[in-house]
Protein backbone atom coordinates (compact mmCIF):
# COMPACT_ATOMS: atom_id res chain seq x y z
CA UNK A 1 0.00 0.00 0.00
CA UNK A 2 1.40 3.47 -0.88
CA UNK A 3 0.75 6.69 -2.95
CA UNK A 4 -0.17 6.29 -6.53
CA UNK A 5 -0.74 9.47 -9.22
CA UNK A 6 -1.02 9.16 -12.75
CA UNK A 7 -1.71 11.90 -15.51
CA UNK A 8 -2.90 11.58 -18.89
CA UNK A 9 -1.80 14.38 -21.14
CA UNK A 10 -4.03 17.26 -21.40
CA UNK A 11 -6.01 17.87 -24.20
CA UNK A 12 -6.02 20.72 -25.97
CA UNK A 13 -9.34 22.30 -26.73
CA UNK A 14 -9.26 23.19 -30.55
CA UNK A 15 -10.89 20.07 -30.80
CA UNK A 16 -13.24 17.21 -30.14
CA UNK A 17 -12.04 14.01 -27.92
CA UNK A 18 -10.86 11.24 -30.93
CA UNK A 19 -9.87 7.52 -30.75
CA UNK A 20 -6.48 8.38 -29.55
CA UNK A 21 -7.06 10.89 -26.96
CA UNK A 22 -9.81 7.89 -25.92
CA UNK A 23 -6.69 5.41 -26.12
CA UNK A 24 -4.62 7.21 -23.74
CA UNK A 25 -7.30 8.22 -20.96
CA UNK A 26 -8.28 4.75 -20.99
CA UNK A 27 -5.15 3.48 -20.42
CA UNK A 28 -4.44 5.73 -17.38
CA UNK A 29 -7.49 5.14 -15.82
CA UNK A 30 -7.15 1.31 -16.17
CA UNK A 31 -3.92 1.68 -13.98
CA UNK A 32 -5.52 3.89 -11.84
CA UNK A 33 -8.48 1.28 -11.40
CA UNK A 34 -5.46 -1.52 -10.68
CA UNK A 35 -3.62 0.96 -8.03
CA UNK A 36 -6.83 0.91 -6.23
CA UNK A 37 -7.46 -2.44 -6.06
CA UNK A 38 -4.14 -2.77 -4.42
CA UNK A 39 -5.41 -0.42 -1.91
CA UNK A 40 -2.93 2.67 -2.81
CA UNK A 41 -4.33 5.83 -2.12
CA UNK A 42 -4.51 6.74 -5.64
CA UNK A 43 -4.86 10.27 -7.64
CA UNK A 44 -5.51 10.35 -11.27
CA UNK A 45 -5.96 13.48 -13.41
CA UNK A 46 -6.88 14.06 -16.47
CA UNK A 47 -7.94 17.69 -18.04
CA UNK A 48 -7.66 20.40 -20.48
CA UNK A 49 -4.52 22.39 -22.28
CA UNK A 50 -6.75 25.52 -22.85
CA UNK A 51 -4.02 28.24 -24.06
CA UNK A 52 -1.46 29.00 -26.59
CA UNK A 53 -2.00 30.36 -30.08
CA UNK A 54 -3.90 27.52 -31.33
CA UNK A 55 -6.54 27.76 -29.29
CA UNK A 56 -6.61 31.37 -29.80
CA UNK A 57 -6.74 31.14 -33.42
CA UNK A 58 -9.56 27.94 -33.38
CA UNK A 59 -11.93 30.16 -31.69
CA UNK A 60 -11.50 33.35 -33.97
CA UNK A 61 -12.37 30.89 -36.67
CA UNK A 62 -15.44 30.07 -35.18
CA UNK A 63 -16.27 33.63 -34.08
CA UNK A 64 -15.94 32.95 -30.52
CA UNK A 65 -13.57 33.87 -27.98
CA UNK A 66 -11.08 31.35 -26.61
CA UNK A 67 -12.66 30.67 -22.86
CA UNK A 68 -16.31 30.18 -25.18
CA UNK A 69 -13.95 27.61 -26.78
CA UNK A 70 -12.39 26.51 -24.22
CA UNK A 71 -15.54 26.38 -21.76
CA UNK A 72 -17.58 23.84 -24.76
CA UNK A 73 -14.56 21.93 -25.86
CA UNK A 74 -13.41 21.15 -22.17
CA UNK A 75 -17.01 19.84 -21.80
CA UNK A 76 -16.76 17.80 -24.68
CA UNK A 77 -13.82 16.16 -23.28
CA UNK A 78 -15.47 15.75 -19.38
CA UNK A 79 -18.69 13.75 -21.32
CA UNK A 80 -16.74 11.43 -23.62
CA UNK A 81 -14.83 10.81 -20.09
CA UNK A 82 -17.72 9.80 -18.57
CA UNK A 83 -19.10 7.97 -21.36
CA UNK A 84 -16.08 5.62 -21.18
CA UNK A 85 -16.25 5.06 -17.10
CA UNK A 86 -13.48 7.15 -16.52
CA UNK A 87 -12.43 7.75 -12.78
CA UNK A 88 -10.11 10.90 -12.45
CA UNK A 89 -10.23 12.36 -9.39
CA UNK A 90 -9.59 15.36 -10.95
CA UNK A 91 -10.32 17.58 -14.45
CA UNK A 92 -8.03 20.54 -14.49
CA UNK A 93 -8.21 23.31 -16.67
CA UNK A 94 -5.32 25.34 -17.04
CA UNK A 95 -7.84 28.79 -17.26
CA UNK A 96 -8.35 27.73 -13.42
CA UNK A 97 -6.93 30.45 -11.32
CA UNK A 98 -4.53 28.07 -8.93
CA UNK A 99 -3.32 26.49 -12.65
CA UNK A 100 -2.31 30.23 -12.87
CA UNK A 101 -1.15 30.83 -9.13
CA UNK A 102 0.56 27.83 -9.69
CA UNK A 103 2.49 28.54 -12.81
CA UNK A 104 3.50 31.86 -11.89
CA UNK A 105 4.86 30.44 -8.76
CA UNK A 106 6.69 27.46 -10.24
CA UNK A 107 8.11 29.71 -13.22
CA UNK A 108 9.64 32.87 -10.65
CA UNK A 109 11.06 30.15 -8.59
CA UNK A 110 13.05 29.31 -11.48
CA UNK A 111 13.76 32.65 -12.56
CA UNK A 112 14.89 33.41 -8.99
CA UNK A 113 17.50 30.18 -9.36
CA UNK A 114 18.89 32.18 -12.31
CA UNK A 115 17.65 30.32 -15.34
CA UNK A 116 15.24 32.37 -16.72
CA UNK A 117 16.32 35.58 -18.56
CA UNK A 118 15.39 37.70 -20.83
CA UNK A 119 16.32 37.72 -24.65
CA UNK A 120 15.51 38.02 -28.58
CA UNK A 121 13.57 35.34 -30.40
CA UNK A 122 13.41 35.19 -34.00
CA UNK A 123 12.17 32.20 -36.27
CA UNK A 124 10.02 29.73 -37.69
CA UNK A 125 6.98 28.65 -35.80
CA UNK A 126 4.33 26.39 -36.45
CA UNK A 127 0.89 27.39 -34.71
CA UNK A 128 -0.67 23.96 -35.51
CA UNK A 129 2.64 22.33 -33.02
CA UNK A 130 2.75 25.56 -30.67
CA UNK A 131 6.39 24.82 -31.58
CA UNK A 132 9.53 26.80 -32.92
CA UNK A 133 11.22 25.00 -35.99
CA UNK A 134 14.62 25.50 -37.15
CA UNK A 135 14.88 26.20 -40.71
CA UNK A 136 16.44 22.54 -41.90
CA UNK A 137 13.54 20.93 -40.19
CA UNK A 138 11.03 22.97 -42.75
CA UNK A 139 9.66 21.09 -46.24
CA UNK A 140 10.25 23.04 -48.80
CA UNK A 141 8.27 26.33 -49.15
CA UNK A 142 9.21 26.44 -45.01
CA UNK A 143 6.06 24.33 -44.48
CA UNK A 144 6.23 22.46 -41.05
CA UNK A 145 6.67 18.89 -41.26
CA UNK A 146 3.89 17.92 -39.37
CA UNK A 147 1.13 19.73 -40.49
CA UNK A 148 2.75 20.37 -43.57
CA UNK A 149 1.47 24.52 -43.84
CA UNK A 150 3.81 27.24 -44.24
CA UNK A 151 5.34 28.08 -40.75
CA UNK A 152 5.30 32.03 -39.73
CA UNK A 153 8.14 34.06 -38.70
CA UNK A 154 8.07 35.21 -35.36
CA UNK A 155 10.60 37.85 -33.88
CA UNK A 156 9.78 38.75 -30.22
CA UNK A 157 11.68 40.18 -27.18
CA UNK A 158 11.23 37.16 -24.84
CA UNK A 159 12.07 35.10 -21.69
CA UNK A 160 14.69 31.79 -22.17
CA UNK A 161 14.91 29.24 -20.14
CA UNK A 162 18.09 28.03 -19.42
CA UNK A 163 17.43 24.23 -20.60
CA UNK A 164 21.12 24.40 -21.65
CA UNK A 165 22.57 24.46 -18.14
CA UNK A 166 20.74 20.77 -17.11
CA UNK A 167 22.32 18.27 -20.18
CA UNK A 168 24.21 16.78 -17.45
CA UNK A 169 21.56 16.54 -15.05
CA UNK A 170 18.85 15.34 -17.99
CA UNK A 171 21.82 12.80 -18.62
CA UNK A 172 21.50 11.40 -15.94
CA UNK A 173 18.13 11.49 -15.08
CA UNK A 174 17.57 9.74 -17.92
CA UNK A 175 20.15 7.19 -17.90
CA UNK A 176 18.26 5.75 -14.48
CA UNK A 177 16.19 2.75 -15.16
CA UNK A 178 12.19 3.66 -15.06
CA UNK A 179 12.44 7.04 -15.48
CA UNK A 180 11.04 6.86 -18.77
CA UNK A 181 9.83 3.69 -20.28
CA UNK A 182 10.33 1.99 -22.85
CA UNK A 183 13.65 1.67 -23.37
CA UNK A 184 13.11 2.83 -27.26
CA UNK A 185 11.53 5.95 -25.93
CA UNK A 186 14.33 6.83 -23.35
CA UNK A 187 17.14 6.47 -25.59
CA UNK A 188 15.33 8.62 -27.81
CA UNK A 189 15.49 11.41 -25.70
CA UNK A 190 18.70 10.58 -24.47
CA UNK A 191 19.47 11.16 -28.25
CA UNK A 192 18.06 14.55 -28.04
CA UNK A 193 20.00 15.46 -24.95
CA UNK A 194 23.04 14.75 -26.73
CA UNK A 195 22.60 16.57 -29.82
CA UNK A 196 22.72 19.74 -27.41
CA UNK A 197 19.99 21.49 -25.65
CA UNK A 198 19.04 25.21 -26.61
CA UNK A 199 17.85 27.79 -24.41
CA UNK A 200 14.21 28.20 -25.19
CA UNK A 201 11.89 31.24 -25.18
CA UNK A 202 9.02 30.52 -22.42
CA UNK A 203 7.47 33.45 -23.13
CA UNK A 204 5.21 35.59 -25.73
CA UNK A 205 4.51 39.17 -26.14
CA UNK A 206 2.13 38.62 -29.51
CA UNK A 207 -0.63 36.99 -27.62
CA UNK A 208 -2.67 37.49 -24.40
CA UNK A 209 -4.26 34.25 -24.28
CA UNK A 210 -2.10 32.52 -21.54
CA UNK A 211 -0.54 32.48 -18.13
CA UNK A 212 0.97 35.88 -17.22
CA UNK A 213 3.90 36.58 -16.36
CA UNK A 214 4.12 37.76 -13.02
CA UNK A 215 7.32 39.85 -13.35
CA UNK A 216 6.53 41.75 -16.56
CA UNK A 217 2.67 41.73 -17.63
CA UNK A 218 2.91 42.50 -21.12
CA UNK A 219 3.63 38.72 -21.01
CA UNK A 220 2.38 35.52 -20.92
CA UNK A 221 4.08 32.22 -20.69
CA UNK A 222 4.21 29.91 -23.71
CA UNK A 223 1.68 27.39 -23.99
CA UNK A 224 4.01 24.31 -22.97
CA UNK A 225 5.54 25.83 -20.43
CA UNK A 226 2.05 26.52 -18.61
CA UNK A 227 0.50 23.13 -19.67
CA UNK A 228 3.28 20.88 -17.79
CA UNK A 229 2.77 22.35 -14.84
CA UNK A 230 -0.63 21.07 -14.27
CA UNK A 231 1.17 18.33 -13.09
CA UNK A 232 1.97 19.60 -10.26
CA UNK A 233 -0.93 22.44 -10.22
CA UNK A 234 -3.17 19.34 -9.15
CA UNK A 235 -1.35 18.25 -6.44
CA UNK A 236 -1.14 21.66 -4.68
CA UNK A 237 2.30 23.34 -5.87
CA UNK A 238 2.32 26.51 -4.59
CA UNK A 239 -0.82 26.12 -1.98
CA UNK A 240 -0.84 23.25 -0.30
CA UNK A 241 3.22 22.68 0.40
CA UNK A 242 2.63 19.31 2.50
CA UNK A 243 0.46 17.75 -0.24
CA UNK A 244 2.93 18.73 -2.97
CA UNK A 245 4.97 17.05 -1.15
CA UNK A 246 3.07 13.88 0.08
CA UNK A 247 1.94 12.99 -3.89
CA UNK A 248 5.00 14.23 -6.33
CA UNK A 249 7.56 11.50 -5.15
CA UNK A 250 4.73 9.22 -6.93
CA UNK A 251 3.65 11.35 -9.84
CA UNK A 252 3.70 8.64 -13.40
CA UNK A 253 2.84 10.69 -16.78
CA UNK A 254 1.20 8.89 -19.42
CA UNK A 255 2.02 10.41 -22.78
CA UNK A 256 2.44 9.97 -26.75
CA UNK A 257 5.37 9.85 -28.18
CA UNK A 258 4.55 12.93 -30.02
CA UNK A 259 5.12 14.64 -26.87
CA UNK A 260 8.35 12.94 -25.67
CA UNK A 261 10.45 16.06 -25.78
CA UNK A 262 8.50 18.14 -23.38
CA UNK A 263 8.07 15.76 -20.97
CA UNK A 264 10.96 13.95 -20.63
CA UNK A 265 13.43 17.03 -21.79
CA UNK A 266 11.87 20.33 -20.36
CA UNK A 267 9.32 19.35 -18.07
CA UNK A 268 12.13 17.02 -15.66
CA UNK A 269 14.60 20.66 -16.53
CA UNK A 270 12.10 22.76 -15.00
CA UNK A 271 11.17 21.39 -11.86
CA UNK A 272 14.88 20.74 -11.55
CA UNK A 273 15.56 24.65 -12.10
CA UNK A 274 12.88 25.30 -9.53
CA UNK A 275 14.82 22.79 -7.41
CA UNK A 276 12.01 20.14 -7.34
CA UNK A 277 12.47 16.54 -8.33
CA UNK A 278 11.28 15.33 -11.91
CA UNK A 279 8.39 12.54 -11.77
CA UNK A 280 8.71 9.36 -11.08
CA UNK A 281 8.33 8.17 -14.28
CA UNK A 282 7.03 8.87 -18.02
CA UNK A 283 5.24 6.23 -19.46
CA UNK A 284 5.69 6.74 -23.50
CA UNK A 285 3.24 4.90 -25.89
CA UNK A 286 3.03 4.61 -29.50
CA UNK A 287 0.58 5.92 -31.91
CA UNK A 288 -2.95 3.93 -33.04
CA UNK A 289 -2.90 3.96 -36.76
CA UNK A 290 -5.57 3.33 -38.77
CA UNK A 291 -5.73 0.60 -40.96
CA UNK A 292 -9.03 -0.46 -43.20
CA UNK A 293 -10.83 1.54 -45.77
CA UNK A 294 -13.81 1.72 -42.79
CA UNK A 295 -12.20 3.52 -40.57
CA UNK A 296 -9.97 5.64 -43.38
CA UNK A 297 -12.85 6.84 -44.50
CA UNK A 298 -13.51 9.40 -41.53
CA UNK A 299 -9.68 9.56 -40.43
CA UNK A 300 -8.61 8.42 -36.65
CA UNK A 301 -9.22 12.13 -35.28
CA UNK A 302 -12.78 12.00 -36.45
CA UNK A 303 -13.86 8.73 -34.51
CA UNK A 304 -15.40 9.64 -31.87
CA UNK A 305 -15.57 7.88 -28.04
CA UNK A 306 -19.51 7.68 -28.77
CA UNK A 307 -18.53 6.12 -32.57
CA UNK A 308 -17.10 3.10 -30.37
CA UNK A 309 -19.30 2.68 -27.44
CA UNK A 310 -22.17 3.01 -29.95
CA UNK A 311 -20.45 0.10 -32.17
CA UNK A 312 -18.76 -2.05 -29.24
CA UNK A 313 -20.24 -0.85 -26.04
CA UNK A 314 -18.20 0.67 -22.90
CA UNK A 315 -16.41 -2.34 -22.03
CA UNK A 316 -16.12 -3.85 -25.28
CA UNK A 317 -14.34 -0.29 -26.32
CA UNK A 318 -11.89 -0.54 -23.20
CA UNK A 319 -11.01 -3.66 -23.59
CA UNK A 320 -9.67 -3.22 -27.23
CA UNK A 321 -7.82 -0.49 -26.47
CA UNK A 322 -6.40 -2.23 -23.25
CA UNK A 323 -5.86 -5.72 -24.99
CA UNK A 324 -5.11 -4.71 -28.29
CA UNK A 325 -2.79 -1.87 -28.62
CA UNK A 326 0.71 -3.09 -26.68
CA UNK A 327 1.75 0.21 -24.74
CA UNK A 328 5.10 2.02 -26.53
CA UNK A 329 4.53 0.30 -29.65
CA UNK A 330 2.32 1.99 -32.92
CA UNK A 331 -0.53 -0.08 -33.50
CA UNK A 332 -2.74 -0.49 -36.46
CA UNK A 333 -6.40 -0.34 -35.39
CA UNK A 334 -9.41 -1.37 -37.64
CA UNK A 335 -12.86 -1.75 -36.97
CA UNK A 336 -12.41 -5.63 -38.11
CA UNK A 337 -10.02 -6.20 -35.24
CA UNK A 338 -12.14 -4.58 -32.64
CA UNK A 339 -15.03 -6.94 -33.52
CA UNK A 340 -12.81 -9.83 -34.05
CA UNK A 341 -11.10 -8.84 -30.57
CA UNK A 342 -14.71 -8.62 -28.99
CA UNK A 343 -15.95 -12.22 -30.33
CA UNK A 344 -13.10 -13.87 -29.14
CA UNK A 345 -12.32 -12.71 -25.88
CA UNK A 346 -15.46 -11.16 -24.99
CA UNK A 347 -17.93 -13.21 -26.28
CA UNK A 348 -16.42 -16.34 -26.67
CA UNK A 349 -14.01 -16.72 -23.77
CA UNK A 350 -15.41 -14.89 -20.62
CA UNK A 351 -19.19 -14.33 -21.74
CA UNK A 352 -19.48 -17.94 -22.59
CA UNK A 353 -17.63 -19.15 -19.57
CA UNK A 354 -20.57 -17.13 -17.39
CA UNK A 355 -23.21 -18.30 -19.60
CA UNK A 356 -21.87 -22.42 -18.88
CA UNK A 357 -21.20 -21.72 -15.64
CA UNK A 358 -24.47 -20.07 -14.61
CA UNK A 359 -26.70 -22.54 -17.06
CA UNK A 360 -25.02 -25.56 -15.26
CA UNK A 361 -25.46 -24.29 -11.53
CA UNK A 362 -29.02 -23.39 -12.49
CA UNK A 363 -29.96 -27.17 -14.04
CA UNK A 364 -28.17 -29.26 -11.67
CA UNK A 365 -27.48 -26.86 -8.44
CA UNK A 366 -31.07 -25.37 -7.24
CA UNK A 367 -29.14 -22.16 -8.76
CA UNK A 368 -26.87 -22.49 -5.39
CA UNK A 369 -23.21 -21.88 -6.76
CA UNK A 370 -21.22 -24.54 -5.10
CA UNK A 371 -17.84 -23.89 -3.01
CA UNK A 372 -14.55 -24.42 -4.81
CA UNK A 373 -12.24 -27.50 -4.38
CA UNK A 374 -9.46 -26.41 -2.03
CA UNK A 375 -6.40 -28.84 -4.40
CA UNK A 376 -8.38 -27.84 -7.68
CA UNK A 377 -6.43 -28.31 -10.62
CA UNK A 378 -6.98 -24.81 -11.53
CA UNK A 379 -5.37 -22.99 -8.29
CA UNK A 380 -1.83 -23.11 -9.65
CA UNK A 381 -3.48 -22.05 -13.01
CA UNK A 382 -4.90 -18.80 -10.86
CA UNK A 383 -2.02 -18.05 -8.95
CA UNK A 384 0.15 -17.88 -11.89
CA UNK A 385 -2.41 -15.29 -13.63
CA UNK A 386 -2.68 -13.39 -10.58
CA UNK A 387 1.34 -13.01 -10.55
CA UNK A 388 1.70 -12.76 -13.95
CA UNK A 389 -1.31 -10.20 -14.50
CA UNK A 390 0.23 -8.20 -11.28
CA UNK A 391 3.39 -7.78 -12.78
CA UNK A 392 1.85 -6.75 -16.02
CA UNK A 393 0.02 -3.94 -14.51
CA UNK A 394 2.66 -2.93 -12.19
CA UNK A 395 4.84 -2.31 -15.24
CA UNK A 396 2.01 -0.22 -17.26
CA UNK A 397 1.39 -2.95 -19.91
CA UNK A 398 -2.36 -3.92 -20.16
CA UNK A 399 -2.17 -5.59 -23.11
CA UNK A 400 0.07 -8.16 -21.23
CA UNK A 401 -1.93 -7.95 -18.04
CA UNK A 402 -5.25 -9.10 -19.78
CA UNK A 403 -3.83 -11.76 -21.94
CA UNK A 404 -2.61 -12.93 -18.54
CA UNK A 405 -6.15 -12.93 -17.09
CA UNK A 406 -7.63 -14.37 -19.83
CA UNK A 407 -5.39 -17.22 -20.05
CA UNK A 408 -7.49 -18.45 -16.33
CA UNK A 409 -10.59 -17.84 -18.51
CA UNK A 410 -9.55 -20.15 -21.47
CA UNK A 411 -8.08 -22.41 -19.28
CA UNK A 412 -11.54 -23.30 -17.12
CA UNK A 413 -13.39 -23.05 -20.45
CA UNK A 414 -11.04 -26.22 -21.38
CA UNK A 415 -11.17 -27.75 -17.94
CA UNK A 416 -15.53 -27.24 -18.62
CA UNK A 417 -14.60 -29.32 -21.75
CA UNK A 418 -12.55 -31.88 -20.26
CA UNK A 419 -14.89 -32.58 -17.41
CA UNK A 420 -18.06 -32.14 -19.03
CA UNK A 421 -20.21 -30.79 -15.63
CA UNK A 422 -23.57 -31.06 -17.83
CA UNK A 423 -23.19 -34.49 -18.42
CA UNK A 424 -23.15 -35.12 -14.68
CA UNK A 425 -25.97 -35.61 -12.37
CA UNK A 426 -27.59 -33.03 -10.66
CA UNK A 427 -27.05 -33.23 -6.91
CA UNK A 428 -23.67 -35.01 -7.04
CA UNK A 429 -20.48 -34.11 -5.63
CA UNK A 430 -18.82 -34.87 -8.95
CA UNK A 431 -20.72 -31.58 -10.42
CA UNK A 432 -20.50 -29.80 -7.63
CA UNK A 433 -16.40 -29.69 -7.57
CA UNK A 434 -16.43 -28.49 -10.86
CA UNK A 435 -18.60 -25.73 -10.91
CA UNK A 436 -17.33 -24.46 -7.58
CA UNK A 437 -13.89 -24.10 -9.03
CA UNK A 438 -15.41 -22.51 -12.43
CA UNK A 439 -17.42 -20.11 -9.80
CA UNK A 440 -14.23 -18.99 -8.26
CA UNK A 441 -12.49 -18.25 -11.60
CA UNK A 442 -15.18 -16.44 -12.57
CA UNK A 443 -14.84 -14.54 -8.75
CA UNK A 444 -11.09 -14.01 -9.52
CA UNK A 445 -11.74 -13.16 -13.39
CA UNK A 446 -13.88 -10.25 -11.94
CA UNK A 447 -11.54 -8.79 -9.91
CA UNK A 448 -8.34 -8.97 -12.21
CA UNK A 449 -10.83 -7.85 -15.16
CA UNK A 450 -12.07 -4.85 -12.99
CA UNK A 451 -9.52 -2.19 -13.96
CA UNK A 452 -10.70 -2.63 -17.91
CA UNK A 453 -14.66 -4.16 -18.08
CA UNK A 454 -16.14 -1.58 -15.55
CA UNK A 455 -19.55 -2.85 -15.97
CA UNK A 456 -19.41 -6.59 -17.01
CA UNK A 457 -17.28 -7.27 -14.46
CA UNK A 458 -19.94 -5.93 -11.77
CA UNK A 459 -22.85 -8.18 -13.49
CA UNK A 460 -20.76 -11.26 -13.35
CA UNK A 461 -20.22 -9.98 -9.69
CA UNK A 462 -23.96 -10.21 -8.74
CA UNK A 463 -24.94 -13.21 -11.10
CA UNK A 464 -22.54 -15.22 -9.33
CA UNK A 465 -24.67 -14.15 -5.83
CA UNK A 466 -21.32 -12.00 -4.44
CA UNK A 467 -22.25 -8.93 -2.80
CA UNK A 468 -20.32 -5.42 -2.98
CA UNK A 469 -18.50 -5.11 -6.23
CA UNK A 470 -15.65 -6.31 -8.08
CA UNK A 471 -13.64 -3.13 -7.67
CA UNK A 472 -14.35 -3.05 -3.74
CA UNK A 473 -11.74 -6.03 -3.28
CA UNK A 474 -8.25 -5.51 -1.88
CA UNK A 475 -5.34 -7.68 -3.66
CA UNK A 476 -3.52 -9.42 -3.06
CA UNK A 477 -5.88 -11.26 -0.72
CA UNK A 478 -9.04 -11.49 -2.95
CA UNK A 479 -6.67 -13.27 -5.28
CA UNK A 480 -6.11 -16.20 -3.11
CA UNK A 481 -7.80 -19.42 -4.16
CA UNK A 482 -11.02 -19.61 -2.11
CA UNK A 483 -12.59 -16.85 -2.02
CA UNK A 484 -16.22 -17.80 -3.69
CA UNK A 485 -17.89 -19.25 -0.18
CA UNK A 486 -20.29 -21.58 -1.74
CA UNK A 487 -24.19 -21.79 -1.18
CA UNK A 488 -24.87 -18.36 -3.07
CA UNK A 489 -27.82 -18.00 -5.78
CA UNK A 490 -26.45 -17.74 -9.38
CA UNK A 491 -28.52 -16.12 -11.83
CA UNK A 492 -28.72 -16.92 -15.36
CA UNK A 493 -29.04 -13.72 -17.29
CA UNK A 494 -28.63 -12.44 -20.60
CA UNK A 495 -25.66 -13.00 -22.56
CA UNK A 496 -23.30 -10.37 -21.36
CA UNK A 497 -21.16 -9.64 -24.61
CA UNK A 498 -24.04 -11.00 -27.63
CA UNK A 499 -21.50 -11.63 -30.64
CA UNK A 500 -21.17 -8.71 -33.04
CA UNK A 501 -21.18 -9.78 -36.77
CA UNK A 502 -17.84 -9.81 -38.82
CA UNK A 503 -17.28 -6.93 -40.92
CA UNK A 504 -15.88 -6.49 -43.78
CA UNK A 505 -13.79 -2.98 -44.14
CA UNK A 506 -15.37 -2.37 -47.35
CA UNK A 507 -18.11 -1.66 -45.87
O1 LIG B 1 -0.28 17.51 -27.21
N1 LIG B 1 -2.55 7.50 -31.09
O2 LIG B 1 -2.52 17.77 -26.68
P1 LIG B 1 -3.26 16.92 -27.82
C1 LIG B 1 -2.36 7.48 -29.77
N2 LIG B 1 -1.98 19.75 -25.09
N3 LIG B 1 -2.51 8.55 -28.97
C2 LIG B 1 -2.86 9.71 -29.55
C3 LIG B 1 -3.07 9.82 -30.94
C4 LIG B 1 -2.91 8.63 -31.72
N4 LIG B 1 -3.10 8.60 -33.04
N5 LIG B 1 -3.41 11.09 -31.22
C5 LIG B 1 -3.41 11.76 -30.03
C6 LIG B 1 -1.19 18.01 -26.56
N6 LIG B 1 -3.08 10.93 -29.02
C7 LIG B 1 -0.85 18.95 -25.41
C8 LIG B 1 -0.41 18.12 -24.23
S1 LIG B 1 0.42 17.87 -21.70
C9 LIG B 1 1.08 18.88 -20.56
C10 LIG B 1 -0.01 18.92 -23.03
C11 LIG B 1 -3.00 11.26 -27.58
O3 LIG B 1 -4.70 17.25 -27.67
C12 LIG B 1 -1.60 11.04 -27.04
O4 LIG B 1 -1.68 10.88 -25.66
O5 LIG B 1 -2.61 17.15 -29.11
C13 LIG B 1 -0.94 12.34 -27.36
O6 LIG B 1 0.25 12.54 -26.61
C14 LIG B 1 -2.04 13.31 -26.98
O7 LIG B 1 -3.25 12.64 -27.42
C15 LIG B 1 -1.91 14.68 -27.65
O8 LIG B 1 -3.05 15.42 -27.34
Known amino acids: ?22 YTTVTADAIARWHRLLGDDTIFLTGTDEHGLKVARSAEEQGRTPIEQADETSARFVEAWDLLDISNDQFIRTTEPRHHAATQALLSKAKENGYIEK ?131 HAHHVIGKDILRFHCVYWPAMLMAAGEEPPSSVHVHGF ?46 SFSSMVGR ?30 PQRDSELAA ?15 FQPSVALDATWNLVRETNAYLERHEPWKMDAGSAEVAAVLGDALEVLRLAAVLASPALT ?40 PLFPRLDAVSEDD
Request: some cysteine; glycine content about 10%; aromatic content about 12%.
Open 1 to 22: MGRFYITTPIYYVNDAPHLGHS
Open 288 to 333: LLLKGKKMSKTGLTQITPAQLVNDLGVDGTRYYLLRDVPFGSDSDV
Open 119 to 249: GTYAGWYCVGCEAYYVEDDLLDGNCCPIHERPAEWLEEDNYFFKLSAFEDRLTEWLTADGNVVPDGKRNEALGIVKQGLDDVSITRSSLDWGVPVPWDPEHVFYVWYDALINYATAVGYGADDASFADWWP
Open 342 to 371: YNSDLANNLGNLLNRVTTVVVKKCDGVGPA
Open 381 to 395: VAERAYEETAAAWDR
Open 455 to 494: RTTVEIWSRIGLDGGPADQRLPEAAAWGGYPGGLPVVKGA
